[in-house]
């Protein structure tokens, strides 16, 4: 069952330290039940999340440590980084990876939130050819046309402004390498998200191209999306996030280009926006 928490795009419920000291412990709610939050029917965002104003939350524009809605996972389910995630994803994957551990599954986050300036860095260093596409291409020498160089790099990391690890609904699992997912421990890690996911409310985003999903990133099977709060953050960056709006980094002149919002933004599985 996929759980459309509505109430948690209003205003956050639970917080963590500054120091991280809670380790990714969910502060109790009034009634010291975490997870009392009833299923809510999807509607239209209002317009402010987590104390921010939507466009803000969307464009990753905020600094996710210091916002109460998010929390510090426990090093427990990672791989030893510091990660932070919206509460409400964290309560999620918490269920998840417990459901998946009884089935003799480990699931292991390698990358989270990242918000609109750790996007920019990753973004500016493939740009200018500081970090190499796919360890092989020097992007600036490699794709001197804008575009093409904006493509190539979307194969596997988005503009800063478009990615969905800007909402704290995305985490990636146990590996960065779609190869690892073929046989022994990863295909076991793929099958069991593939068959049980859903049922804690999380989708792969981006799925192998094909009719259905003809643009957009390349498959990452590593990729899960928490949808109750990110289908309706795709609902809002279909309504309201434009081309021209993408700014504030190298780049970005490509964006209207190749129509970076339809054909990545709303470029995921489309079970994933149901």
Request: hydrophobic share 35%; with cysteine; glycine share 8%.
């Amino acid at each position: 069952m996929r759980y459309f928490l509505l109430l948690l795009l209003c205003f956050p419920l639970f917080s963590c330290s500054e120091s991280g000291e809670t380790g990714g412990e969910r502060v109790a709610s009034p009634s010291g039940n975490v997870d009392s939050l009833a299923p809510a029917p999807r509607r239209p965002l209002t317009d402010s999340i987590a104390g921010l104003p939507v466009y803000t939350y969307l464009t990753g524009k905020f600094d996710p440590a210091v916002n109460e809605a998010f929390v510090r996972v426990a090093d427990t389910y990672t791989d030893g980084d510091p990660y932070l995630l919206h509460e409400a994803t964290y309560a999620a994957f918490q269920r998840m990876h417990a459901a998946a551990l009884e089935d003799g599954v480990r699931l292991r986050i390698v990358s989270a939130t990242r918000n609109f300036d750790r996007q920019k860095q990753i973004w500016e260093a493939k740009w200018n050819g500081q970090r190499l596409l796919e360890g092989t291409e020097k992007a600036d020498e490699v794709y001197p046309d804008p575009a093409d160089r904006a493509r190539a790099i979307l194969r596997y990391s988005s503009m800063p402004g478009t990615s969905r690890h800007h909402w704290g609904t995305d985490i990636d699992l146990n590996a960065l390498n779609n190869g690892y997912f073929d046989e022994g421990e990863g295909k076991q890690v793929y099958d069991w998200l593939t068959a049980h996911a859903a049922d804690y409310g999380f989708c792969q985003p981006y799925t192998a191209k094909g009719s259905e999903r003809p643009n957009g990133y390349e498959e990452e099977r590593w990729h899960w999306s928490y949808l109750p709060l990110a289908t309706q953050l795709t609902d809002y960056a279909a309504e309201a996030l434009a081309d021209a709006d993408i700014s504030g980094f190298a780049g970005a002149e490509a964006a209207p280009r190749i129509e970076v919002v339809k054909n990545y933004v709303l470029g995921v599985n489309p079970r994933c926006k149901e």
